[in-house]
């Protein structure tokens, strides 16, 4: 495991690994679509709208998710002083800030036939809209400092200041007098969901996940490559590949 | 030795007097666009005046951060202090609430003159002047923590206001409801709690987080 610190290690690693995560990602997302879309009934309250929640959900639980990512990532940087984990934080930032906006998107398209309203400022909403600015922030950042190091350490140091508002987000349907619902999945007790919705629910929620990983490990190999041109392994081995 | 760093920046500030009037001007001015832009309807002032008073307060905070360490990371005096024995977070304590001293506390003086004049009730006044003094240094604290990551950088004022603003939220939230609660006469209490539980957080870490982003900026 510590083998894979090294950026060469993680190079061949996550070469190999890519096109498992890619043919999870098929097979998770062909049975959440069909299961999703055909196989689970209409809701009794919401028809057929409800159908959005399989990008909706999974799309949120990923943009906390990433945040999350990124959040460890950070402090492993600045204490254990790992540069992979930067690469991985650095690579993920864009990919939340995607899933966020995609959470916040497709929240208002179901909210306009539910709620009657594409938006409104209640708890859940607005910690999340903040939550897409501190993904902003991060990519800013980032370009913004030229020198590698410092841009790194930097992030990693808005990273974990930005951390606290992800509790925020989770608890803020408890908190305060929300018209976002509160949570069916991530709760003590049993999910307050029917099965019949719950399996493609957790089809796209992994589907997602490894749409997410697999891009994220061939950004991070596209980040190392860039980190590392001048080293040995990579003028001999990788760019003699690569067909101009 | 604390007390020696907060003393010269405080003589530092009040060297050039007219730059000290600067943050409070533009509370003034910005609030004054208000009533300006709307419309002189005092019922609709009085239920606006907790975000315009506050958000007004927020922006003058935010312009204000330009004269916190920009200053001494240009001339130098931050390499020194790299240099010497003198504790980095305990320097930037001190720095902070010197600035606090001369930009936020003037706000929160003049507060109750400007909610007068947007209609606001003694308990409005009373709770606004409250929250802007837990406020006021907590915004002061995480915009430290801004200008520490980013020294010396390009576009370093608008990149700061990026990373601030999303911090700030929470702060501006709890201030403008503790206000609200009190004009309609409700326990006031629970706001106060979050912005006292924000203001002790935010003199914790913020110092080492931007003694931190200090190393890094001018090392």
């Given amino acids: 495991m510590k083998k894979l610190a090294s950026p060469r290690e993680f190079y061949r690693f996550s070469g190999q690994c890519i096109p ?143 951390v606290i508002d992800l509790p925020i987000i989770h608890y803020s349907v408890y908190w305060w007098n929300t018209l976002h619902q509160q949570s069916t999945l991530l709760r003590l007790g049993a999910p307050t969901i029917a099965p019949s919705m719950l399996m493609p629910l957790l089809a796209m929620i992994v589907a997602f996940g490894a749409y997410f990983a697999a891009v994220m490990l061939m950004r991070a190999r596209n980040e190392i490559l860039q980190r590392e041109r001048r080293a040995q392994w990579v003028r001999e081995g990788v760019l003699n590949e690569i067909q101009f | 030795m604390l007390r020696k760093f907060w003393h010269y920046d405080l003589i530092a500030c009040f060297r050039c007097r007219a730059e000290l009037l600067l943050p409070v001007i533009f509370f003034v001015m910005v609030v004054a666009l208000f009533p300006m832009a709307l419309s002189v309807d005092p019922a609709l002032l009085q239920a606006m005046a907790p975000a315009i008073l506050w958000v007004a307060a927020l922006l003058s905070a935010l312009m204000a951060l330009h004269g916190l360490l920009r200053q001494d990371h240009a001339d130098g005096f931050l390499e020194q202090c790299l240099l010497s024995p003198v504790s980095l977070p305990g320097l930037i304590f001190a720095k902070v609430w010197a600035h606090w001293l001369v930009t936020g506390l003037p706000l929160t003086l003049l507060a109750p003159l400007l909610g007068k004049m947007l209609y606001l009730s003694w308990q409005g006044i009373a709770a606004l002047v409250l929250s802007l003094l837990l406020g006021t240094p907590i915004l002061s604290f995480i915009g430290a923590a801004g200008v520490g990551l980013t020294l010396g950088l390009r576009n370093a004022g608008l990149l700061l206001t990026l990373l601030v603003l999303p911090l700030y939220v929470p702060v501006l939230i709890f201030g403008t409801s503790s206000v609200m609660t009190a004009t309609l006469g409700f326990p006031v209490i629970a706001p106060f709690f979050f912005l006292g539980a924000m203001l002790v957080l935010a003199i914790t870490f913020v110092p080492w987080a931007t003694a931190a982003a200090v190393r890094l900026g001018v090392g």
């Avoid at chain 1, 959900?57 to 998710?65: D, F, I, T, Y």
Wanted: aromatic share 14%.
């Fill in chain 1, 20 to 162: 498992w995560v890619w043919g999870l990602f098929a097979v998770a997302f062909g049975v959440g679509l069909v299961d999703g879309l055909w196989l689970a009934p209409g809701d009794y309250q919401q028809g057929q709208a409800y159908r959005i929640m399989f990008v909706h959900v999974p799309s949120a639980m990923l943009s906390l998710g990433v945040y999350v990512l990124i959040a460890s990532c950070a402090l492993v940087n600045l204490v254990w002083r790992i540069k992979l984990a930067d690469v991985i934080a650095s690579v993920s930032a864009p990919l939340g800030a995607l899933f966020t906006g995609l959470a916040l998107f497709t929240g208002a398209l179901w909210g306009k036939p539910m709620w009657g309203t594409w938006w409104i400022w209640d708890a859940r909403l607005t910690s999340e809209l903040i939550l897409l600015f501190l993904y902003f922030g991060l990519i800013a950042l980032r370009q913004g400092i030229p020198d590698q190091d410092r841009a790194a350490k930097a992030c990693s140091i808005l990273a974990l200041v930005g």
